[in-house]
C-alpha cells in the first residue's frame, strides 16, 4: 500500500472517532476514511504537540505580520520527520504546508504534495507582497484542486496544477426529509448576516430559528417577532444529532451571508441536499452548486432584505413545492455529489501524481 501522511488544520482522529460511533458526517475527513478501498494507507499527522520552541516561533512570526505564509510550522517538522518511506503528503487544507511546498519548488522535498484549496489563497492587505510566495506555494504542490471552480481558475492562471473536486455529504449518515416541516431554519458559524434574515422572517410573520456562535450574537436577533435564537460558545457549535433533528422540521435551510468573497456556506448547502431540504442561500460565486438552475432553491441577492421576505414566503405558500425541490437535492446526492465521490477524485489525483 502506497503510505500517505495528512496533515490537516483540525484533529482528523479526533473527527474519525465520532465518524465511527455515528456523531459526524464524513465529508469532514475529507475522503481518507475511504483511503484503503484503493489501496492507500493513511497515517495524520496532528499538529498540536508537545514542541515548546516551534510553537513560540510560529507566534512570534504571526505577532510579526511577515507577509509570507508558512504554515504550521510543528506539524511540517512532524511531517518531515516521517517522510522517509512516505509516498505522499495530502494536506485537505491550504494553510498548513507552505514551507513543504516551497522545498518541493526548490528540489528539496522528494515526496509529492497534494493540498485543497478552500478559500481564496490570496485576500486581503499586502497581497501584492504575498503574491510570489503565493505563486510558489502553488506550483510547489504536485496538484492544488479546489472545492469552487472560480477559486481553481485562480490556481491555474499562478501556474498551479489544479481541478474541481465535487466536496459533498455522507450519503448515509443524514434522516431524510418526509414532511414539509414549518420553520424555516439558520444555521452556521462564518460570515452569516443572520440581521437580515431575521428582519425578513419577521417581516413574512415566519417561524424560524438561528443558530449561532456566541460571537455571531446580536440582541436585534431576539427582537425579530418569531424568530427563536439558540447560541451556542464559540469554542462549541451544536453537536451533529441535535442539528439534524432541527433540520428535519425546518420547511427549508437558510444561508443568509454577508457579501459573498469566501467558500462560505458550502457545509450548510450540502447538509440541506443531503436531508432532502430545500435552500434559501445568499448568492456566492464561490458555490458551485446552481440551486435555482436545478431546481433545489432561491438565490438571494447580498443584503437584501425583501429578496428574503419573497423567498421566505414563497416556501411559506408552497409546501409541497418545498417537497420537490428538497427531494431534487437528495437525488443529486444519491447520484453522486456525495463523500465518496470526492474521497475517489483525490485518489484520482494521488493515482496521477505517483504514476508521473
Given at each position: ?14 473527527v ?5 460511533i ?10 481518507i476514511n475511504y ?8 497515517e495524520l499527522?496532528e499538529?498540536?504537540g508537545d514542541d515548546?520552541?516551534?510553537?513560540h ?9 511577515v ?7 510543528e ?6 520527520s516521517?517522510?522517509v ?9 491550504q494553510?498548513q504546508?507552505?514551507l ?19 478559500q ?54 443524514y ?7 414549518t420553520?424555516?431554519?439558520a444555521a ?22 438561528i ?35 432541527i433540520?428535519?422540521e ?18 450548510s ?23 435555482e438552475?436545478?431546481?433545489i ?10 429578496g428574503?421576505v419573497?423567498?421566505v414566503?414563497?416556501?411559506?405558500d ?10 431534487r ?16 477524485q483525490v ?10
Amino acid at each position: 500500500m502506497a503510505k500517505v501522511l495528512v496533515a490537516n488544520n483540525y484533529s482528523l482522529a479526533g473527527v474519525w472517532q465520532e465518524v465511527n460511533i455515528g456523531q459526524t458526517p464524513d465529508q469532514y475527513l475529507y475522503g481518507i476514511n475511504y483511503f484503503h478501498e484503493r489501496n492507500y494507507e493513511v497515517e495524520l499527522i496532528e499538529g498540536q504537540g508537545d514542541d515548546q520552541f516551534l510553537r513560540h516561533l510560529q507566534k512570534t512570526y504571526e505577532r510579526l505580520r511577515v507577509p509570507i505564509p508558512v504554515g504550521s510550522l510543528e506539524q511540517q517538522s512532524k511531517v518531515l520527520s516521517r517522510c522517509v518511506g512516505a509516498d505522499l503528503i495530502y494536506s485537505p487544507c491550504q494553510t498548513q504546508t507552505q514551507l513543504l511546498s516551497y522545498m518541493r519548488e526548490l528540489g528539496i522535498l522528494k515526496v509529492p504534495l497534494v493540498c485543497i484549496a478552500h478559500q481564496p489563497l490570496n485576500p486581503g492587505r499586502l497581497s501584492w507582497c504575498r503574491a510570489p510566495f503565493v505563486r510558489l506555494v502553488l506550483t510547489g504542490a504536485d496538484a492544488f484542486p479546489s472545492l469552487s471552480s472560480k477559486i481553481a481558475n485562480d490556481i491555474e492562471r499562478q501556474g498551479g496544477k489544479t481541478r474541481t473536486l465535487t466536496w459533498g455529504p455522507d450519503k448515509d449518515f443524514y434522516q431524510v426529509g418526509t414532511t414539509p416541516g414549518t420553520t424555516i431554519v439558520a444555521a452556521g458559524r462564518t460570515g452569516r448576516d443572520f440581521i437580515t434574515f431575521a428582519r425578513a422572517c419577521a417581516r413574512a410573520s415566519a417561524d424560524a430559528h438561528i443558530i449561532c456562535l456566541d460571537s455571531a450574537y446580536q440582541e436585534e436577533l431576539e427582537q425579530s417577532a418569531g424568530v427563536n435564537v439558540t447560541v451556542r460558545p464559540d469554542s462549541s457549535f451544536l453537536p451533529f444529532p441535535e442539528l439534524i433533528k432541527i433540520y428535519a422540521e425546518a420547511r427549508a435551510l437558510a444561508i443568509p451571508l454577508y457579501s459573498a468573497n469566501h467558500l462560505n456556506g458550502l457545509s450548510s448547502l450540502v447538509d440541506a441536499l443531503a436531508m432532502a431540504k430545500p435552500v434559501i442561500m445568499t448568492k456566492n460565486p464561490y458555490i458551485d452548486v446552481d440551486i435555482e438552475a436545478l431546481g433545489i432553491g432561491l438565490w438571494v441577492e447580498p443584503n437584501d432584505e425583501e429578496g428574503w421576505v419573497r423567498a421566505v414566503r414563497f416556501f411559506q405558500d408552497n409546501p409541497d413545492r418545498a417537497i420537490e425541490m428538497g427531494r431534487r437535492g437528495r437525488q443529486l446526492v444519491d447520484a453522486g455529489l456525495n463523500s465518496r465521490t470526492f474521497a475517489n477524485q483525490v485518489m484520482d489525483i494521488f493515482d496521477q501524481v505517483l504514476t508521473k
